[in-house]
């Protein structure tokens, strides 16, 4: 009875171990190269046009400031 059990267990172990381990060195066989361009000038220009009015804005004096501020949305 001993000796079925020891076998039952053994390969339930088995079958847990070996896909486990097939898994963690899988990495080590397979290659995925990204061959993909960069993102847009959309977005530079949009940070860049964000940098130039926060720029814009700290130069104001006080005044200025808070006529800017009246006009901007919620959003702004």
């Known amino acids: ?19 486990l381990g097939l898994y963690a060195i899988s990495p080590l066989f397979t290659s995925n190269t990204v061959n993909e361009s960069l993102p847009s000038t959309a977005a530079n220009i ?12 700290v130069s104001m004096n006080d005044q200025d400031r808070s006529n800017a501020a009246k006009q901007m949305s919620q959003r702004e």
Not at 3 to 17: G, S
Not at 46 to 57: E, G
């Open 1 to 19: 009875m001993n000796k079925k059990i020891l076998i039952i267990i053994t390969i339930l172990i088995t079958a847990i171990v070996i896909p």
């Open 46 to 57: 949009s940070n860049n046009t964000a940098l130039h009015d926060y720029q814009k804005f």
